[in-house]
């Protein structure tokens, strides 16, 4: 199983010393690097994209700044505050900067080694003393700014002027998630994955609909399509760049003026299922015929999404490793998705396992002749690393040649 990656930033040196030593009593913990102040967190976290940054409140250049520039750069680390003060201020001025948990200096080595694994695994940590107040002053900022308004939505008032203001200053940011060859574990494409920068900080899923409500969602995916082409260059030439959009944003001639100017065979269109559903037949030949790829991502949705996929036919196919693994399970091979796998293979897509979290999980991929894969076990989201390199338990290809001799995309 996969160590916990830790980065401890505190201005003590004493300190740092301290938690290094609670932190190495645990065999599931590594510790990836260690700051004194904000920037040189935030320097770390966007190098070593640790799993949980463990941050001091006060330390120079300040703990809030650290939390929400980390998750910006990082947006896989989960923030676990640190402070000797564990007042109601500190507490809320940490979680609003994007901290998940919160744990005091005077905490016993048990209790920092709970808040690690919790934080680690998405729950919320608070110590009792840190409690009181917090819940109820969220709360009230949540009323304040509107996020709790009885209109229906949870963004605010007026959604509409967060929407407008995210297009107008362009403010996306990209996380990054490389697909990867099984045989060899280089990275043949990367998945453009878009975060928000506004607030209240909502799941990008909850700000596309919500713009789609108001008549903005072909402005929206365009500004994330934009920033996301923008790191094309630093891909492999022979790699290639997904990125989930609407059906109206993919027919539009704003989209197709946008990629005019790159290479349009190293774009993919990853639709749903469901948005494979409403798309008219030949609906995306145009494109298609310009080298643009097209991706459907099967959740196991029934006979009627697989019929549709199988009259779109794609050009890449992901699969849910849920569904793989039952087809994995069934020895008749009678499972729906065993025959759907068996028509990708027929037509020359790509088969794509997505949400790959154990080494278990390689091996049934592999039993099964599937190729390529997705996850957090490969790889957590975030920057592409500048000039390649090791990714997670991925490569990136710096020689945009070197991994001319994988499987090509038309293979599983």
Known sequence: MDRIRVLIADDERIVRESLAGVIGSDPSLEIVGSAEDAQGAIDL????????????????GGGARAAAE???LSPSTRVLALSAAEDRESVLTMIRAGALSYVGKTASNEEILNAIHGTAEGGTQLSPRAVNGVFEAIADTAE??????????PLGSDPREQIERIIERRAV?????????????RVVAVEGLPRFRTRPMRSPETWLVEAAKHGWLIDLELVALNAALGHLGMLPSDAFLAVSI??????SDRFRDLIRGADQSRIALELTEYSADQLPTGALDELRADGVRVAVHHAGSGPRSLHHIVRLAPDVIKVDMPMLGEMSADPTGDEPVSSFIGFAFDIGAMVVADGVETEQEIETLRRLGIDHAQGNYLARPGPIPNGGGAWGRTTLSADPTAIATSPSPGRR
């Not at 609407?246 to 027919?251: D, G, I, V």
């Open 70 to 72: 980390i998750a910006r």
């Open 144 to 153: 304040g700014d509107g996020s709790s308004n009885g209109n229906g939505s």
């Open 173 to 185: 940011e990209l996380a990054y998630q490389p697909l990867a060859d099984l045989a060899t574990l």
């Open 246 to 251: 609407s059906p109206e944003t993919a027919l």
């Open 45 to 60: 976290a966007a190098w070593r994209l640790p799993d949980v940054a463990l941050l001091d409140v006060r330390m120079p």
